[in-house]
């Protein structure tokens, strides 16, 4: 079983729509939770961070964590044609002697319709 | 401020070639990684470094090398290339502490083919 689970897509919404993203986890010692978008052809780009349950929000985009259920979601309000890419959600978790690791979902693409 | 800066972005090799991915960033970051993105399969961890002179194995390894000479500069040697390495490679960086934001910069990636 991996570590993190996400659905592929492909996911087509009209402009203006809600998006509703997701990533379930398996490993319970995971302690912060990131959403990464990433543009065709560039590298990924930090879109939000949180380390505990609840939501966070910023701007049109609000990221929601249950560690309970070991599920994080990403909520794309009025979403653009410009939120057009793919989405990975990312899990990372301290360890001894100063390492770090980050587990990435296989990432979500996006596709905004004008 | 340039940020994490790969090269080169191309390259073809043939079965049994060798080369090196350069990773260079200017933020003094003390974590740096490699990362290979393949289709279906998300970002996958080849290397790590906490600093200077400290380098890690992440989920994928094998047929890669890592040293860190330099707080800067992170080369990615792959040793023999086999077709099973073509992907599209990317180097990041961190301050390497989770009381930050937790933020991974990333390169531009470098697109790998072995023929």
């Known amino acids: 079983q991996k570590e993190v689970e996400q659905d592929p897509g492909p996911l087509s919404v009209p402009e203006g729509a809600i998006v509703s993203l997701n990533c379930t986890y398996s490993?319970?010692?995971?302690?912060?939770f990131m959403w990464y978008r990433q543009y065709s052809r560039k590298g990924p780009e930090l879109l939000m961070y949180?380390?505990?349950?609840g939501n966070k929000e910023d701007g049109r985009f609000t990221a929601q964590v249950d560690k309970s259920s070991k599920y994080i979601s990403l909520f794309i309000r009025d979403s653009q044609p410009s939120d057009s890419a793919t989405y990975l959600c990312?899990?990372?978790?301290?360890?001894?002697?100063?390492?770090?690791?980050?587990?990435f979902g296989t990432g979500t693409r996006l596709k905004v319709l004008a | 401020n340039a940020g994490v800066t790969q090269t080169p972005k191309f390259q073809v090799l043939k079965t049994g070639q060798s080369m090196t991915l350069q990773c260079a960033q200017d933020?003094?970051?003390?974590?740096m990684s490699w990362y290979r993105q393949d289709p279906g399969m998300g970002l996958r961890l080849i290397h790590y470094?906490?600093?200077?002179?400290?380098?890690d194995q992440g989920e994928v390894p094998n047929g890669y090398n890592v040293s860190r000479s330099t707080t800067e500069d992170f080369p990615l040697r792959l040793l023999s290339a086999a077709p099973s390495q073509t992907s599209v490679y990317f180097c990041?960086?961190?301050?390497?502490?989770?009381?930050?934001?937790?933020?991974?910069?990333f390169g531009e990636g470098s697109r790998l083919t072995v023929l």
């Open positions: 990041a960086s961190s301050y390497g502490s989770f009381a930050n934001t937790g933020e991974l910069f």
């Open positions: 490993n319970s010692a995971f302690q912060y």
């Open positions: 949180t380390y505990s349950s």
């Open positions: 990312a899990m990372g978790r301290g360890g001894a002697s100063g390492t770090y690791k980050y587990i």
């Open positions: 933020m003094n970051h003390e974590y």
């Open positions: 470094s906490v600093g200077a002179g400290i380098t």
